[in-house]
């Protein structure tokens, strides 16, 4: 069984694949001229929901606001202002860290807070919304308890600058008017509000919300668009959409405020740091020099003597001249250390010079201890109060400038342009909307055709038929032109077809099946032929009585016999049909009336509560037949669907020959084979095939239009 459903699995996609691979681009762009009501269809309904989401959906207004980077220009006034100190602190950032700091939680969190971002008071109201008249209420302070804070808050207007609170039970909590804040007690909690701005109609109603200031500051991310301008350029856009188009403009120069005096507070953070540690440890230096000092005056008035001689001033000189000599190299030690390794040349350089220094330092030290004990002691207490002299003033000169850092200190940031009010809305683009909704509605009607057509994977070459199961195809009755005719061809107890429309193509192909069966019938008098149908809706009956109506206006004397005696639809208006002469309650000639044409009798199926295969089975069809051979020239039998009941297989034994009605596109090339073969094992009679419901080939005309043409002559 499985291998059975993959076969057929495997079937029906080949099947599909050869239909859709069939279909040139001619065939296709017929298609969907012969269903452009249906994508007219889709496009108005495409157009119709278009303009309601135009209407539905808010105005939006875009401002924006360009920032500027300067990744060198901020650093450099510390770096001439400080010296070697200034490179320490230099902190320049790239574009892309700037916009994911403007997007960051730091700048976000301040301006939901100082905008109010996080409450919100949304318009009720279908019609004021589809028509775009909803008013505005600003709130920038609302407390709802937290019991209640996901409840449906509703502000009411009053009047002029007159607002109701209503509770979620629809209570009044408080009334109160524009720029007052007022509060009131609910749900054991207090609750405030201030509405900032009121610009509606008495009767608007807006749902109040406390939302979270975190998702607020998503939210606002993620409507940010942050990008630079240009490739390394430094210029960076912030663009924002609201509602509002003051609310938009006010939002983006606070994010601009904002991310401004973070970023020179940033800038400045690292030399406030340096220069708080250097206060914190300046009076300790202080107290140090004072120490030093106070002990070289108390050592020199103990001994009497308050100067030195010229031999000990010089080498005190020559002693602080190389200790400056010493720590300055030592300054550009560490300054090559950020750039190199230790081993590079330069900073070896730099370490032999400092060692030079050193030995001669030592060098200094061991000659002075040639001198008198009071000259050494004199020259120590010296060189400590000279040393501790330089740290301290170095240290004042490091926070002297590091104070000027932090005073002319403007980041690296500045602001080129500060958003302004837009006046004309950004969204939504009525005109864009429409024009994709056409195209959508276009592109979705002509996938919908395709589907269609897809679905409908039958076979649709009449030479492929012919190939696979050996009958010709006598005839292919295509679509009517006339929409009116062709509207009423299941109609059976009407006028046939042919009758009505004679210059019609449907008109042709029965006169053209006529002639294949004169030509091709083993014995054309005085046949029976047989015309079933593979399912239903194939127009096996269509068929049937319009080829018989055909048969009669050509001067045979034709017998039309309705043999679905379980649905029949061909009417002879006679009270009297086919079960009632099996019954043996009628005969043929009371049964069969003439209807339409003096050549073209009918006899319906009739009316039995026996079951039709039962009736079928006896001598009584096979008597009928007989009979009606004698008495007529052509005898056509309408029979039931094959693929549903067996009559029509208890009836092909006793006809001469068998037409097979195919819906174009509907069966595959297989249920057709499926279907003759299991007739072939009932009878060996000869037959054909009908293709009915064909489309009308691109590049053909019909013979109608030919003849319409030559009769207007």
Known sequence: MLDLEQKNLKNTLTTSVRVANSLSIQEALLLLWKRKILILLFVAGALLFGFCYAMWVRPQFTSDVLLQV??????????KAMGEMGAVLDLASPADAEIELIKSRMVLSYVVAAEHIHLKAIPIGFSDRITHKEGRLDIDSLSIPKKVRSKKWIALVKGDDKYALISPD?????????????????????????????????????????????????????????MEKGKQTGIISVRYSHRYPDRAASILNTI?????????????????????FLESQLPGVKAKLDSAEKILADYRYSIGSVDIGGETKAHLDKESQLQRQIMQLEQERQAAMRLFKAEHPSVQTIVKQQNKLRAELAQ????????????????????????N?????????????????????????????????EQSQTKPNKTRIMMASATIGFVLGVLFVFLIRLLKNGVRSASEIERETGLSVFAKIPQSANKVLRGHRHLHHGQPFVLQECDDAVCESFRALQTALAFLMPNPEHSVILVMGLNPGAGKSFVSLN???????????????????????IHSGCKFGLADVLLG?????????????????VMNAGKTKLAACELLRGDAMDKL?????????????????????TDTELICPLVDYSLYVLHYGRNTIEEIKETIERVKRYSDKPGAIVMNHCEREPGRYGYGDYGKGRSGK
């Open 625 to 645: 037949l007989k009979e009606a051979r004698q008495k007529f020239d052509l005898v056509i039998v309408d029979t039931p669907p094959l693929n549903l009941v």
């Open 389 to 421: 002299n330089e740290v301290y003033t170095n240290m004042l000169n490091n926070i002297q400038q590091l104070r000027v850092v932090r005073a002319g200190e403007v980041g690296n940031v500045r602001i080129v342009d500060f958003a302004q009010i």
């Open 364 to 387: 200094l030290k061991k000659n002075a201890e040639k001198m008198p004990l009071t000259q050494q002691e004199v020259n120590r207490l010296q060189e400590e109060v000279a040393v």
């Open 256 to 276: 601009a405020k904002t991310y401004l005096r973070q970023n020179v507070e940033m800038r400045s953070a690292e030399a406030e740091k340096t220069l708080e």
């Open 585 to 601: 309650l009628a005969t043929l000639d009371t049964a069969a009336v003439p209807k339409h044409e003096d050549n073209l009798f």
């Open 70 to 79: 300067n990744t060198k220009g901020a650093s450099s006034k510390a770096t």
């Open 547 to 569: 080829l018989a109506a055909t048969m009669a206006a050509s001067g045979k004397k034709v017998l039309l016999i309705d043999a679905d005696m379980r649905r029949g639809v």
């Open 170 to 226: 629809g209570k009044v909590v408080l009334e109160g008017s524009v720029g007052h804040v007022y509060t009131a007690k609910y749900a054991g909690e207090i609750l405030a509000i201030r509405v900032s701005f009121m610009d509606a109609k008495p009767g608007q109603k807006f749902r109040l919300i406390q939302g979270s200031p975190l998702k607020a500051e998503r939210s606002l991310k993620n409507s940010l668009n942050v």
